[in-house]
């Protein structure tokens, strides 16, 4: 595996220590960071006792991508709650902001007429939130932390949790100048090891990292499996005078058939609109195909209406957590805690979580802080966090639509009932605590779903393309500005070759090569077995979504962090 090739002769990895050590620079993990920095230096100002003759703790955050913001994918419409709580003075800082909503709409779309909802309901109402690019907003974050004196790293994928017993205690790095098979190229940098008294899961959505510490601690027992959407974007420059900026739309309906989803369209200064659509995983389609469905969505007459006569400047995809409250794992334990995304902190309801991952950041790096204070980074203590979580709008939020995301799978008019008794009962509805299937074990065979003739159904089929207003999925993937080494080791891995053509192809007819939104995955014919197709995985395209990881019916694919520095690079999504 590439993350455990063994250390070439003559090779050792050098060691460093950090007292609070922050995996993933995303909204939580800066936030977190951010929290600590400041709160130390409140009570600095005050002359605390906890902190007198103390310097401050010693942060690190480590981000996988290039610099901060190129992994940050986002709607994105931020509920500034936290923020406001963090900076108070975020405007005179500049925080880049691109509108205040200045309307919201929803309408459900047929395949030829739009529907406008006479009112919008509650949760699609966005009065007092922001429109703002997410890569843009971490970038500013991950500088007003430096500028705190925060080590803030990125082009460093962390690779493996460091245990003693079962204590966290830090993480290692991944190598770096390694060839396809493994092998030290000249450029070779052996990984890192940081030693932490305290660890901080902030890696996202379906964090590799937490995902194998959750299965070793049995992290989940007792709760319900995380589950996901997955989600596509596009930044689309529209004609000059054509937009008001700050207008919010939601779709229901077209162009989604077979799975449960949505569409979103934000509006921006200089004509930009961001154009989205996000399914939910636990679909049992197996051609499910969110890139396809975008392209779709851009010919509908409503859309076209915002649209006609743009060019896509900017597109990417990535899964978010849809589980919310009862999928969320164990949230501490001795030496680590984890937020945002990595702890299924979504409203999914409302497709919001940027608010939720700064405030779950904040609120860890209160009890880090304390943890570092008083030399106490036990169980016990940690425990802490999970309690201020308790009594913050993080749960007031998420444990209202405790069992949304369950509901609305059964269907998107087949659940309404359902989900109205929900919202008049603080989220409980008939039965409380609604199980969910993993979206592994979901998909069903294209037979059971598109019977025989699937080849020739026109829903499958790719609107004619234009090539700057609508695209095939290659020239997506390079407006995202994804770079992997081809020298370097494949980060996806395969269990098992066998399934992906005897059993996977024949019947479900490959999924990944539909719902990767990046072209990764292409099964081509098999050198060795006549009539039957092989998987190629064209790794340097993967735009780090996870869904692989999430989504393969046999759970073939091992997504694991490449070497830091690869993957898109996201300027304004
Ligand atoms: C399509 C879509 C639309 C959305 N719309 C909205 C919206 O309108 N409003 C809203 O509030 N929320 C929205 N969300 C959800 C929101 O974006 C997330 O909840 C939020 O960004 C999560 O922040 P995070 O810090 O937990 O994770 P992230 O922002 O994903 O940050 C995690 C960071 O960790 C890094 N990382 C991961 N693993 C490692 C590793 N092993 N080593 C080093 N670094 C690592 C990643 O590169 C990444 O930068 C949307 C999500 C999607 C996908
Ligand atoms: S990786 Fe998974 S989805 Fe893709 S062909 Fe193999 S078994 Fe099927
Ligand atoms: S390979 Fe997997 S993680 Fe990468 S873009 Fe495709 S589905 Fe997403």
Request: charged residues 20%; neutral net charge.
């Amino acid at each position: 595996m590439n993350n455990f090739f063994s250390l070439p002769e003559g090779y050792k990895n050098e060691e460093m220590e950090a007292d609070i050590l922050i995996v993933g620079g995303g909204s939580a993990g800066l936030s977190c960071a951010y929290q600590i920095q400041k709160k130390f230096n409140e009570l600095k100002s005050v002359n605390d006792p906890l902190v007198a003759g103390k310097e401050a703790p010693m942060i690190i955050v480590l981000e996988k991508g290039s610099e901060i913001g190129a992994h940050s994918l986002s709607g994105a419409v931020l509920n500034p709650i936290a923020l406001k709580e963090l900076i108070p003075n975020y405007l005179e800082l500049q925080c880049p902001i691109e509108s205040a909503v200045t309307g919201d709409s929803v309408y459900y779309l047929t395949q030829s007429s739009s529907l406008k909802l006479p009112m919008t309901p509650p949760p699609f109402k966005n009065h007092g939130n922001y429109i703002l690019s997410i890569s843009k907003f971490n970038r500013w974050l991950g500088g007003l932390c430096e500028a705190q004196g925060i080590n803030v790293f990125p082009g460093f994928s962390a690779v493996e949790a460091l245990y003693e017993g079962n204590k966290i205690i830090g993480v290692r790095t991944g190598d770096k100048g390694r060839d396809k098979d493994g092998a030290p190229k000249t450029n070779f940098e052996p990984g890192i090891i940081i030693k932490s008294k305290i660890t901080i899961f902030a890696e996202g959505t379906r964090g590799s990292l937490f995902k194998a510490v959750s299965k070793k601690l049995n992290l989940r027992k007792g709760k319900n499996p995380e589950v996901f959407e997955e989600g596509v974007k596009e930044i689309i420059q529209c004609e000059k005078g054509s937009l008001v900026p700050g207008q919010v739309i939601h779709t229901m309906g077209y162009p989604l058939s077979k799975s449960i989803g949505g569409t979103f369209l934000y509006t921006l200064p200089e004509d930009k609109i961001i154009l989205g659509l996000v399914a939910y995983l636990d679909t049992k389609d197996p051609y499910l195909d969110p890139h396809r469905e975008l392209q779709k969505l851009k010919t509908h007459p409503f859309i076209q209406k915002f649209i006609k006569g743009g060019k896509v400047l900017a597109y990417g995809g990535k899964t978010l957590p849809a589980g919310g409250w009862y999928s969320m794992p164990q949230l501490f334990g001795e030496g680590w805690m984890v937020v945002g995304d990595s702890a299924s902190m979504v409203d999914v309801q409302k497709l919001k979580g940027i608010h939720l991952s700064m405030k779950s950041g904040m609120l860890s790096g209160e009890v880090a802080l304390e943890s570092f204070l008083k030399d106490d980074v036990s169980e016990n203590f940690l425990n802490s966090y999970e309690l201020k979580i308790n009594q913050s709008f993080i749960k007031e939020e998420l444990y209202k639509v405790r069992n949304f995301h369950q509901t609305l799978s059964k269907g998107m008019f087949s659940s309404l009932p359902m989900l109205a008794l929900q919202e008049l009962t603080g989220g409980r509805g008939l039965f409380d605590k609604l199980p969910v299937h993993e979206d592994a074990k979901t998909t069903a065979t294209v037979m059971e779903i598109w019977g025989e003739n699937a080849g020739s159904n026109k829903d499958l089929k790719l609107p004619p393309l234009d090539g700057h207003l609508s695209m095939d999925k290659l020239s997506s993937v390079y407006l995202t500005g994804t770079i992997h080494d081809e020298h370097s080791p494949n980060h996806l891995l395969l269990q098992n070759a066998d399934t992906c053509r005897s059993v996977c192809e024949p019947k479900y007819k490959s999924p990944c090569t539909h719902f990767c939104p990046a072209a990764v995955y292409e099964m081509i014919p098999s050198e060795k077995y006549s009539d039957q197709k092989e998987l190629k995985i064209n790794y340097t395209n993967c735009i780090h979504c996870k869904t692989c990881d999430i989504k393969c019916p046999f759970e073939n694919i091992d997504w694991t962090p490449p070497e830091g520095g690869g993957g898109p690079k996201y300027i304004e999504t």
